[in-house]
């Protein structure tokens, strides 16, 4: 089974500065046929559902700002949230859907300094 | 929409079925999925079915004990869960993949609690 490692587990950033949130896989996500990365990030806020921010660890879903960003391969990945603004306030979760078990990162908790 | 329902508190040992409807969209595109969280945790993992219910996955966690099915007729993916203990204690959601089995989780219900205790 793919393990994933999320680093830091919190993080506190002042407003308008940037959150770099890091993500390691036990395994290459990386598919050689078509050179995707099987690799997700989700945002999600207290109460609320999970949300799709990125996949193909660097495609942003629709409707999400660009100051949200992601990058890496095959096994280190990481989120950048450029300009951190107060609604970005959240957990965000890596999630590799290269192979079943299916996993997700333990999540790190995004604050506001 | 995603609308999860069946969720409540079952002694350990019991069962339950989770229902995901869905609405303003057809189920028979997309793969389906389930995902747990429980309480002050973080994202779990639990099962997948594609179209055809042809290709199903199960956490190691769950295998033997809960099954994932869908009747697109329906428009509704179901689990049912046997066998439940304390460690099933979660808010499950639902999630549409973005197409295959093998694809991101692109749209979710908003989850439905369910708690094992005697």
């Known amino acids: 089974d793919i393990v994933m490692i999320q680093s830091p587990d919190s993080l506190a950033v002042s407003l308008g500065e940037r959150a770099t949130i890091n993500c390691k896989s036990s395994?290459?996500?990386?598919?050689?046929?078509?050179?995707?990365?099987?690799l997700a990030w989700y945002q999600q806020k207290p109460g609320q559902a999970p949300k799709l921010l990125l996949y193909?660890?660097?495609t942003r879903e629709s409707g999400v700002p660009d100051r949200f960003s992601g990058s890496g391969s095959e096994t280190d990945f990481t989120l950048t949230i450029s300009r951190l603004q107060a609604e970005d306030v959240a957990v965000y979760y890596c999630?590799?859907?290269?192979?079943?078990?299916?996993?997700f990162g333990q999540g790190t908790k995004l604050e506001i300094k | 929409q995603l609308l999860e329902s069946g969720g409540g508190l079952v002694q350990p040992g019991g069962s339950l079925r989770l229902s995901c409807a869905a609405s303003?969209?057809?189920?028979?595109?997309?793969?389906m999925s389930w995902v747990r969280q429980a309480p002050g945790k973080g994202l779990d993992w639990v099962s997948v079915?594609?179209?055809?219910?042809?290709?199903?996955f199960y956490a190691d966690s769950v295998k033997g004990r809960f099954t994932i099915s869908r009747d697109n007729s329906r428009n509704t993916l179901y689990l049912q869960m046997n066998s439940l203990s304390g460690e099933d204690t979660a808010v499950y959601f639902c999630?549409?993949?973005?197409?295959?089995?093998?694809?991101?989780?692109?749209?979710w219900g908003q989850g439905v609690l369910v708690t094992v205790s005697s």
């Open positions: 999630a549409k993949n973005t197409a295959g089995w093998l694809q991101p989780l692109d749209f």
């Open positions: 303003g969209f057809s189920l028979d595109n997309y793969a």
């Open positions: 079915i594609d179209v055809t219910s042809s290709y199903i």
């Open positions: 395994q290459s996500v990386l598919y050689s046929s078509n050179n995707k990365n099987y």
């Open positions: 193909w660890a660097s």
């Open positions: 999630q590799q859907y290269y192979t079943t078990p299916q996993s």
